[in-house]
């Protein structure tokens, strides 16, 4: 999808930081010792083509001898409940700025997408 990745980051910053709601979780759940992720990354390089792999939720990680360990996707008990994330599911293969997608998980976000020329293969 031609211009997807950018379409992504206008919804992802404008739900997510809204009234500093991701600012308040972050410092919450730092303080006891968590971090809330709302994408999670993945690199890959394969016949030197790079692709970025990118999920969408929320992902709870935990401090741990200087590094962050993977807690989980359920919230920790005793943290405050984190902000609504509405791309929660939404998962995508990142190639600059296009995004490869689904057709199921197109059908789910079509809404983010709207405008955008789309190629089905």
Not at 88 to 101: K, T
């Amino acid at each position: 999808m031609t211009g997807g990745l950018r379409r992504i980051y206008e919804y992802y910053g404008r739900y997510w930081w809204r009234k500093g709601d991701g600012k308040l979780i972050y410092a919450g759940a730092s303080k006891r010792g968590y971090y809330l992720k709302p994408v999670h990354k993945v690199y890959r390089t394969t016949g030197g083509l790079r692709r970025i792999y990118e999920y969408y939720g929320r992902y709870w990680w935990r401090k741990g001898d200087g590094k962050l360990i993977y807690a989980g996707a359920k919230k920790p008990g005793g943290l405050p409940q984190p902000p609504l994330n509405p791309l929660e599911g939404l998962s995508v293969i990142r190639e600059g700025d296009d995004v490869i997608i689904r057709c199921d998980v197109y059908e789910r976000f079509k809404w983010v997408f709207e405008g955008l020329a789309v190629e089905r293969g």
